[in-house]
Protein backbone atom coordinates (compact mmCIF):
# COMPACT_ATOMS: atom_id res chain seq x y z
CA UNK A 1 0.00 0.00 0.00
CA UNK A 2 1.45 3.82 -0.95
CA UNK A 3 2.25 5.75 2.24
CA UNK A 4 3.91 9.05 2.48
CA UNK A 5 5.46 8.85 6.29
CA UNK A 6 6.64 12.32 7.18
CA UNK A 7 9.10 13.28 10.61
CA UNK A 8 11.01 15.50 11.78
CA UNK A 9 8.08 18.02 13.56
CA UNK A 10 8.67 19.06 16.92
CA UNK A 11 9.27 22.44 19.05
CA UNK A 12 12.01 25.05 18.50
CA UNK A 13 12.85 28.33 19.29
CA UNK A 14 12.27 30.96 16.82
CA UNK A 15 15.71 30.98 15.01
CA UNK A 16 16.32 27.94 14.98
CA UNK A 17 16.13 25.01 12.69
CA UNK A 18 14.48 21.85 11.51
CA UNK A 19 14.07 19.51 8.90
CA UNK A 20 11.74 17.51 7.75
CA UNK A 21 11.57 14.06 5.70
CA UNK A 22 9.20 12.75 3.74
CA UNK A 23 9.56 8.84 2.98
CA UNK A 24 7.54 6.32 0.57
CA UNK A 25 6.59 3.16 1.86
CA UNK A 26 8.24 -0.07 0.85
CA UNK A 27 7.07 -0.48 -2.66
CA UNK A 28 6.52 3.04 -3.35
CA UNK A 29 8.70 4.99 -5.45
CA UNK A 30 8.95 8.88 -4.55
CA UNK A 31 11.57 9.17 -7.62
CA UNK A 32 8.93 9.57 -10.33
CA UNK A 33 6.85 11.93 -8.58
CA UNK A 34 7.08 15.83 -7.94
CA UNK A 35 6.79 16.06 -3.94
CA UNK A 36 5.09 18.88 -2.62
CA UNK A 37 4.97 20.17 0.93
CA UNK A 38 2.33 21.91 2.59
CA UNK A 39 1.48 23.58 5.81
CA UNK A 40 -1.95 23.72 7.43
CA UNK A 41 -1.96 26.27 10.93
CA UNK A 42 -4.92 25.86 13.46
CA UNK A 43 -8.05 28.15 11.93
CA UNK A 44 -6.36 28.59 8.57
CA UNK A 45 -6.31 27.40 5.45
CA UNK A 46 -3.56 24.91 3.31
CA UNK A 47 -0.60 26.94 2.34
CA UNK A 48 1.81 25.63 -0.34
CA UNK A 49 5.27 25.12 0.97
CA UNK A 50 7.57 24.20 -1.83
CA UNK A 51 7.39 21.47 -4.39
CA UNK A 52 10.51 19.66 -6.19
CA UNK A 53 10.50 17.79 -9.83
CA UNK A 54 11.02 14.22 -10.42
CA UNK A 55 13.12 14.94 -13.30
CA UNK A 56 15.84 17.53 -12.51
CA UNK A 57 15.08 18.39 -9.19
CA UNK A 58 14.29 22.04 -10.00
CA UNK A 59 12.76 23.23 -6.59
CA UNK A 60 9.52 25.60 -6.61
CA UNK A 61 9.55 27.32 -3.09
CA UNK A 62 6.75 29.52 -2.37
CA UNK A 63 7.16 33.61 -1.13
CA UNK A 64 6.61 33.22 2.23
CA UNK A 65 9.61 30.73 2.96
CA UNK A 66 11.89 31.59 -0.03
CA UNK A 67 15.10 31.44 1.89
CA UNK A 68 14.41 30.34 4.25
CA UNK A 69 13.45 26.43 3.86
CA UNK A 70 15.10 24.01 1.41
CA UNK A 71 13.44 21.20 -0.47
CA UNK A 72 15.92 18.32 -1.61
CA UNK A 73 15.49 14.42 -2.60
CA UNK A 74 17.63 11.70 -1.83
CA UNK A 75 16.06 9.18 -4.47
CA UNK A 76 18.25 6.53 -3.05
CA UNK A 77 16.77 6.78 0.43
CA UNK A 78 13.38 7.07 -1.22
CA UNK A 79 12.88 10.36 0.93
CA UNK A 80 12.29 14.10 0.16
CA UNK A 81 13.42 16.85 2.88
CA UNK A 82 12.31 20.12 3.67
CA UNK A 83 15.05 21.67 5.84
CA UNK A 84 13.71 24.74 7.59
CA UNK A 85 16.24 27.27 8.72
CA UNK A 86 15.52 31.08 10.65
CA UNK A 87 12.00 29.82 11.82
CA UNK A 88 9.58 31.69 12.70
CA UNK A 89 6.49 31.24 15.20
CA UNK A 90 4.57 31.81 12.22
CA UNK A 91 5.85 28.61 10.66
CA UNK A 92 3.78 26.68 13.43
CA UNK A 93 1.84 24.70 11.75
CA UNK A 94 1.34 21.11 10.64
CA UNK A 95 3.58 19.88 7.63
CA UNK A 96 2.56 17.62 5.39
CA UNK A 97 3.66 16.27 1.89
CA UNK A 98 1.82 14.92 -1.27
CA UNK A 99 2.76 13.39 -4.87
CA UNK A 100 2.33 15.09 -8.33
CA UNK A 101 2.72 14.54 -11.59
CA UNK A 102 4.53 18.15 -11.67
CA UNK A 103 5.35 20.86 -9.75
CA UNK A 104 3.92 23.11 -12.22
CA UNK A 105 0.08 22.63 -10.86
CA UNK A 106 1.15 21.65 -7.51
CA UNK A 107 -1.00 24.63 -5.95
CA UNK A 108 -4.14 24.04 -8.08
CA UNK A 109 -5.13 20.23 -7.82
CA UNK A 110 -5.36 17.84 -5.26
CA UNK A 111 -2.43 15.54 -5.27
CA UNK A 112 -2.90 11.57 -5.43
CA UNK A 113 -1.15 10.85 -2.07
CA UNK A 114 -0.93 12.51 1.17
CA UNK A 115 1.11 12.11 4.40
CA UNK A 116 -0.23 12.24 7.53
CA UNK A 117 1.77 15.40 8.99
CA UNK A 118 4.15 16.44 11.32
CA UNK A 119 3.33 19.12 14.09
CA UNK A 120 5.73 22.12 14.03
CA UNK A 121 5.81 24.41 16.47
CA UNK A 122 7.96 27.57 16.90
CA UNK A 123 8.26 29.09 20.58
CA UNK A 124 8.88 32.67 20.49
Known amino acids: QEQLVESGGGLVQAGGSLRLSCAGS?????????IGWFRQAPGKEREAVSCISPSDGTTYPTGSVKGRFTISRDNARNTVYLQMNSLKPEDTAVYYCATFGSCYYYTMIEPEYWGQGTQVTVSS
Open 26 to 34: SGFTLAVYA
